[in-house]
């Protein structure tokens, strides 16, 4: 089947840096990709909506600036999480929608800890 | 937009019985999916089950099936002959042009 890859599973960082976490498509091409955040025993909230060459969709009270989605092939995506917090510590998920089919493939997540 | 409900936080249930975990969800689109996908404590999330809205026949994958009502704007699963291998979270998420989920409920299946 289709293989969404994450990167990195997992980092830690220092309050104030910066952050980037990947998602690749590695078989397919994904015109569209979706970022979700999960706290702990919680659901996926879905905090943008990016598709490739354009600018990403934002849910409301997701800061754009503070998490910054690039989506600049059909098969990449990043989510940089600029001047992290201790509440930025979360885990990412990321899902990609396959181009041909339309069916959403999710990746491994990303567990952010910010000290 | 799309909403979706799962109103049980946990449940939990005998190896080899059968259980049902109930989702309601809203939208204004007439073209949509529902999936339910489970996450194991690897957080993996893996697809269980998909439906699309205009088919009426219930979906079905081996001992998982689902409970689709369009008009009630209900999608329940239903787990036959659970396993150990089943204990995980279950999302139930709707989709149009994205993917919306449900809070979740945790699944535990007892030796």
């Known amino acids: 089947g289709a293989v969404v890859s994450q990167h990195p599973s997992r980092v830690i960082c220092k309050s104030g840096t910066s952050v980037k976490i990947e998602c690749r498509s590695l078989d397919f091409q994904a015109t569209t990709m979706f970022w979700y955040r999960q706290f702990p025993k919680k659901s996926l909230m879905l905090m943008a909506t990016s598709n490739e060459g354009s600018k990403a969709t934002y849910e409301q009270g997701v800061e754009k600036d503070k998490f910054l989605i690039n989506h600049a092939s059909l098969t990449l995506s990043t989510l940089t999480v600029t001047s992290a917090h201790p509440e930025d510590s979360s885990f990412y998920i990321c899902?990609?929608?396959?181009?041909?089919?339309?069916?959403?493939?999710f990746g491994e997540g990303s567990r952010l800890t910010v000290l | 937009a799309q909403t979706v409900t799962q109103s049980q936080p946990e449940m939990s249930v005998q190896e080899a019985e059968t259980v049902t975990l109930s989702c309601t969800y809203d939208t204004s689109e007439s073209n949509y999916y529902l999936f339910w996908y489970k996450q194991p404590p690897s957080r993996q999330m893996i697809l269980v089950i998909r439906?699309?809205?205009?088919?009426?026949q219930n979906a079905t994958e081996n001992r998982f099936s689902v409970n689709f009502q369009k008009a009630a704007k209900s999608f329940s699963l239903k787990i036959s002959d659970s396993q150990l291998g089943d204990t995980a979270m279950y999302f139930c998420?709707?989709?149009?042009?994205?993917?919306?989920f449900g809070a979740g409920t945790r699944l535990t299946v007892k030796p």
């Open positions: 439906q699309e809205a205009y088919k009426q």
């Open positions: 899902s990609a929608r396959h181009r041909g089919t339309g069916e959403l493939f």
């Open positions: 998420a709707v989709n149009n042009n994205d993917m919306r």
